[in-house]
């Protein structure tokens, strides 16, 4: 990526769910696997990316230049 990511991955746990998710790469792509729990009605797992290189909020990408951003994403198994 021409841009400074990271991805943080989360789940149901403070809901008390058994929702689990597990980021087994995040370098030059995403890969992750996960599993949702139907112990809280709205079981979850997310990867979420943060396009930053700090903390701050000066320190985020500003993409307000662009009119539309394109991500590609490869399911496994192909059922999505």
């Known amino acids: 990526s021409t841009f400074p990511w990271s991805a943080e991955s989360n789940a ?5 769910g058994q929702s689990t998710i597990e980021l087994h790469d995040a370098g030059q792509s995403i890969d992750y696997s996960f599993t949702i729990s139907d112990a809280v009605q709205h079981g979850y797992a997310s990867v979420d990316l943060s396009f930053a290189s700090g903390e701050t909020p000066a320190d985020y990408v500003d993409f307000s230049q662009y009119s539309h951003l394109r991500f590609t994403a490869k399911c496994s198994p192909s059922n999505v």
């Open 12 to 16: 149901d746990a403070e809901y008390n």
